[in-house]
């Protein structure tokens, strides 16, 4: 796998369900000026994927309050991702997620972000890109390895400190510590 860190974030543009339940066409540079945790995970309707995207949506506020987007992609269309969000979280849906969901059809999204797996899905990948489209921070996880949404979230505080201090932040650093 190459690693993108240091470099312009691939620009994609696809359909997405966005946080109203409607279906738009977004592009990754609509969110110029803003910093954007770009996660990739492998299919709807699995086990570990609701966890991770229930959880970044259960921290929204968390991310927003640091300027950053969240923006999930799979290879599933916006009509699985729609289907999986009307899906009560008792019945192994999503419910109401507060980000975009982005349907990666074509699987070209993942190719650019090299996390397209032997079996067609993607790894759990997880990109911090900067305001001015930048890859600050690469994650790839193998497909039975959940992420820690706190850790993106301490690795945005990390990146925001840093740019703005001009300071180091060394293992295990927080905010404050």
Same mark, same amino acid.
């Given at each position: 796998?190459?690693?993108?860190? !240091? ?14 339940? !409607? ?5 990754? %540079? ?34 927003? &309050? ?13 009509? %699985? ?15 109401? +997620? ?8 074509? &699987? ?12 067609? +899905? ?56």
């Amino acid at each position: 796998m190459a690693t993108l860190v !240091s470099k312009p974030a691939p620009d994609f543009g696809a359909q997405a369900v966005m946080p109203d339940g !409607s279906f738009d066409q977004i592009e990754l %540079s609509d969110y110029k000026g803003k910093y954007v945790v770009l996660f990739f995970y492998p299919l709807d309707f699995t086990f570990v994927c609701p966890t991770e995207i229930i959880g970044f949506s259960e921290k929204h506020a968390e991310f927003e &309050k640091r300027n950053t987007q969240v923006i999930g992609v799979s290879i599933d269309s916006q009509f %699985s991702h729609l289907a999986w969000r009307n899906t009560d979280r008792k019945a192994g849906g999503l419910g109401e +997620i507060k980000y975009p969901l982005v349907a990666d059809l074509n &699987k070209q999204i993942r190719k650019d972000y090299d996390v397209l797996a032997d079996m067609g +899905i993607a790894f759990r990948g997880l990109f911090l890109i900067d305001k001015e489209g930048v890859v600050q921070h690469q994650l790839i996880n193998n497909l039975p390895l959940g992420r820690n949404i706190d850790e993106a979230l301490r690795m945005v505080d990390a990146l925001q400190f840093h740019e703005k201090n001009g300071e180091v932040c060394p293992a295990n650093w927080n905010e404050g510590s």
